[in-house]
């Protein structure tokens, strides 16, 4: 009897603790198919916010510029382009103001920079007409770039005291005299030209302590610079900016940048052409 009983207890220890395991085993088969749930929902979500800023940039499918100097002095986060070709802090203010997004202070574009009207393209850039809408705003960006490379290596070199119109400054070396520079935003001297506080003193190799100058602040020298190019390509204001009725000009071998006026032999149409979408 006491052997019986003995077998008795043991056999319900036994299921007890078959009972628990499974228990411990299920309980922690749920935890990791939640777990699964909630990492792949944040695959999910990662991959569908990642792919739609792919989109509106396009940066997938371009790399930095061959030129080493170009990329040396113009790719980071602060510059035009990162280096896996996503926008850095100066290409989203020109994004901003090509695209006439909110906070623009230029005249309203898309309608100019998106166009598949200007002369000579084809020489420049042979795809551009081909592009979609991210493509051709990336171009723009690298465009840009470009020709902050050659003026003040991307903002690092931007004062020049002996530009024959006055003083130049900032990335684009824009003038720093309003009176030079006034013409070139909305009807009546507004817009992108129109620079806003605070100065601040531009970096130079030649001079340890230039002035300081709205001009320098890089939002503003990029807003007024996309609203002169934007003049240029729509013949110096020939027609209202907001409408550019007048026909377009080609984006090199003239113009407001006297390094451009050198056609495609010049070092801003080179770097230019290194966008690796044209060809």
């Known amino acids: 009897m006491k052997n019986f009983t003995f077998l008795l207890v043991l056999i319900v220890c036994l299921l007890t603790f078959v009972k628990q395991s499974f228990s411990e085993t299920t309980k922690n088969t749920d935890i990791v198919k939640t777990f699964d749930v909630e990492l792949t929902g944040n695959i999910a979500s990662f991959q569908i916010q990642k792919l739609t800023q792919l989109h509106i940039n396009d940066s997938h499918t371009f790399s930095v510029p061959k030129s080493k100097n170009f990329r040396n002095k113009c790719v980071g986060v602060n510059q035009y382009f990162k280096a896996?070709?996503?926008?850095?802090?100066?290409g989203l203010i020109l994004k901003r103001e090509l695209t006439s997004s909110a906070?623009?202070?230029?005249?309203?574009?898309?309608?100019?920079?998106?166009?598949?009207?200007?002369?000579?393209?084809n020489k420049l850039c042979p795809k551009?007409?081909?592009?979609?809408?991210?493509?051709?705003?990336?171009?723009?960006?690298?465009?840009?770039?470009?020709?902050?490379?050659t003026e003040s290596e991307c903002g690092r070199n931007a004062y020049n005291p002996r530009d024959p119109n006055g003083v130049s400054i900032g990335e684009l070396q824009m003038p720093d005299s309003w009176k030079n520079r006034k013409w070139r935003g909305l009807t009546g001297g507004a817009g992108g030209c129109e620079a806003t506080p605070p100065p601040v003193r531009p970096p130079s190799y030649t001079h340890k302590k230039p002035p300081a100058s709205l001009m320098a602040g890089t939002d503003?020298?990029?807003?007024?610079?996309v609203e002169v190019l934007a003049g240029v390509l729509c013949g110096f204001y020939t027609s209202p900016a907001e409408s550019c009725n007048g026909t377009t000009r080609a984006p090199y071998g003239h113009g407001f940048w006297r390094k451009l006026k050198d056609g495609l032999k010049g070092p801003i149409v080179r770097d230019i052409k290194e966008f690796p979408l044209c060809n």
């Open 128 to 149: 551009f007409n081909s592009f979609n809408d991210s493509e051709k705003l990336n171009f723009w960006i690298w465009y840009f770039a470009a020709k902050a490379h």
């Open 84 to 90: 896996n070709g996503e926008l850095g802090k100066k």
């Open 220 to 225: 503003n020298n990029l807003s007024c610079g």
């Open 103 to 121: 906070g623009a202070r230029s005249t309203p574009m898309k309608h100019l920079f998106f166009r598949n009207t200007f002369p000579k393209m």
